[in-house]
C-alpha cells in the first residue's frame, strides 16, 4: 500500500521530535527547575501563600487583574491536553510516564516563577496603552537580544496555530465517535463560539475564563475522582503499576512493542511542559498583562498554576486512565483511551464530550491572546483582529488532520519556545534572584494579612 504525503509528513515530524526531545532537552528542562529550585531556596513552600495572592485585589498598573492573569494562563494551560494529551502520553509512553510528567511538574514551579518574575520586570506598554511582555520582550529588553527574541515570538505564534489544531481535532475526533458528528459541524460551532469571545480583546477574554475555568476544572475533577472511586480496588495496583513503569519501562498485552524506560521519560516530561508550559515561556505573556505591584507577587501566582493544572488535574486524570486499564492493549490512543476509561461513568461518554469541550474551548480563548501578542512583537499596532481571524481560519483545518500529527507539531512548535526562553532564564537568573530578595518577604506578609 502506498504511503501518503501526510503520513511520511507525520514520520518525519516524529524522527524530528525524537531528535528535538532528546537526552539534551530533558536536562535542560529539568535541570533549570532543579536549579532555580534550589536558588530560590524551594519556592514551591510558599504555594499556600501563592494561592492567597491570586485572589487579591490591586490598584496597581495593567490590563487586566492578577486573577485575570491567573485564569487566563490556566485557561490556555487547561486545555484537551489534560485529558487528551496526558492519555496520549500513558499510550506512548506507559503508566511511567505520568510519575515523570508529576515529578517535572513539581520542580517547575520554580520555572514558572522565574519566567513571570522576568516578564513582569521588563514588560512595557505599547501603543494602546496597555502591558504587554513576555519571553520575547526580556530577550529584548534585558538581553538586546533581538534575534531569539523574533524566534521565540515565532515559535509562540506556530505553536499558538498548533493549538489551534490540536484542540479541534480533539474535539471533532470525540464528537464523531458519540454522537457521529459530521467534522464540518462541530468545527462550525466551535468556530462560532470561539469567535464570540476572542473578538472582544483580552478584557473580554479575561472576563469569560474567571467563570469558565474554575467550573469545568471543579467539573472534571469531580468525574476523574468518580471513575476512581468506582475502580477504589485497583488504586494500589495502579499506583504500583505507573511508579514501577517509571523505572522499568511497559510491557502491553497483544504483541504489542513494549515500552522503554526513555519513552516514559519522553512523553511524561514534553506531555508535561506541553500542559503547564514551564519553560516554554508562554504564561509569562499573560504575567505581564497582569495588575500586580510587583514582579515576585505575579511570579508567586503564576508558579500556582503548575499545581492545578498538572498536580491536580493531569494527575487525577492520568489515574482515572490508568486504573481503567484499557491502556494495557497499545491498542487505543489519545482521545479514544480517555473515552474508554470514561465508559465506566454513569453517561460517561457525555461527561467526558462535556469536559473537553470546556477544556478545549477554554485553551482556544487563551491561546488565541498569545498567538495575537506574538504577533504584535513583530507588528505593532492594532492586529489582534487580523491575528483572531486567521486563527478561526486555522481550526477549520483542525477537525481534518491525523490525531497523531497534530500533537507531533504541538511537541515540535513548544521544544522550539524553550529553547531561547530558557536561555534567557540562565543569563538572567540574578535578576530574579534580586527581585526575590527585594521583594518576597512584603509579599508572604501580605498573603498573611486578612
Known amino acids: 500500500m502506498e504511503t501518503s504525503f501526510l503520513e511520511l509528513f507525520t514520520q518525519g515530524v516524529v524522527r524530528f521530535n525524537a531528535f528535538l526531545w532528546g537526552v539534551p532537552m530533558m536536562a535542560l528542562i529539568v535541570g533549570t527547575s532543579l536549579y532555580f529550585t534550589w536558588k530560590l531556596k524551594f519556592i514551591q513552600r510558599h504555594l499556600p501563600s501563592a494561592i492567597l495572592l491570586s485572589a487579591r485585589k490591586s490598584q496597581s498598573a495593567g490590563a487586566i ?23 496520549a502520553a500513558i499510550s506512548t509512553g506507559g503508566p ?41 520582550y526580556v530577550l529584548r529588553n534585558g538581553l538586546n537580544m533581538k ?15 498548533a493549538d489551534a489544531l490540536m484542540q479541534t481535532n480533539s474535539l471533532v475526533a470525540i464528537y464523531g465517535s458519540v454522537f457521529s458528528a459530521p467534522a464540518w459541524v462541530t468545527t462550525g460551532i466551535l468556530i462560532g463560539l470561539t469567535a464570540l469571545v476572542i473578538l472582544g480583546g483580552v478584557k473580554k477574554i479575561a472576563s469569560v475564563c474567571k467563570w469558565l475555568v474554575p467550573v469545568m476544572a471543579l467539573l472534571y475533577i469531580l468525574f476523574c475522582l468518580g471513575i476512581i472511586c468506582l475502580h ?40 508535561g511542559v506541553l500542559s503547564n508550559e514551564a519553560g516554554s515561556g508562554s504564561g509569562a505573556i499573560a504575567a505581564a498583562a497582569a495588575q500586580t505591584p510587583n514582579s515576585v507577587r505575579q ?39 480517555a473515552q474508554s476509561a470514561f465508559r465506566s461513568l454513569p453517561g460517561g461518554p457525555y461527561l467526558l464530550l462535556a469536559s473537553l469541550t470546556l477544556f478545549a474551548f477554554s485553551t482556544l480563548v487563551g491561546w488565541s491572546y498569545y498567538t495575537a501578542k506574538s504577533v504584535q512583537f513583530f507588528i505593532p499596532g492594532r492586529v489582534e483582529k487580523t491575528v483572531y481571524g486567521l ?56 498573603a498573611r494579612q486578612k
Open 232 to 271: 477504589f480496588t485497583r488504586i494500589p495496583w495502579a499506583l504500583l503499576c505507573i511508579i514501577k513503569s517509571a523505572f522499568t519501562g511497559t510491557a502491553l498485552l497483544g504483541g504489542a512493542v513494549g515500552i522503554t524506560i526513555k519513552e516514559a521519560v519522553r512523553y511524561g516530561v514534553s506531555r
Open 391 to 446: 486563527w478561526l481560519v486555522v481550526m477549520c483545518v483542525g477537525g481534518f488532520l491525523s490525531p497523531k500529527l497534530v500533537w507531533e507539531l504541538a511537541d515540535t512548535a513548544i521544544a522550539l519556545m524553550c529553547l531561547p526562553n530558557l536561555l534567557a532564564l540562565w543569563l538572567l537568573r540574578k535578576e530574579v534572584w534580586n527581585e526575590t530578595k527585594e521583594h518576597l518577604a512584603g509579599e508572604l506578609a501580605a
Open 147 to 161: 534575534k531569539m527574541a523574533a524566534v521565540f515570538a515565532a515559535a509562540t505564534a506556530l505553536m499558538g496555530f
Open 96 to 136: 511511567g510516564a505520568l510519575f515523570w510528567m508529576i515529578l517535572s511538574a513539581f520542580f517547575a514551579m520554580a520555572t514558572k516563577y522565574a519566567e513571570a518574575v522576568l516578564a513582569v520586570k521588563y514588560r512595557e506598554k505599547n501603543e494602546q496603552g496597555e502591558y504587554v511582555g513576555g519571553p520575547m
Open 65 to 87: 487583574s492578577s486573577f485575570g492573569a491567573l485564569v487566563l494562563a490556566l485557561a490556555a494551560m487547561v486545555g484537551t491536553g489534560n485529558i487528551v494529551g496526558v492519555a
Open 299 to 337: 511570579g508567586l501566582v503564576s508558579a500556582s498554576t503548575v499545581f492545578w493544572d498538572t498536580l491536580v488535574i493531569c494527575l487525577l486524570s492520568g489515574v482515572a486512565v490508568v486504573i481503567a486499564g484499557d491502556w494495557q492493549s497499545g491498542n487505543l490512543f489519545g482521545a479514544e483511551l
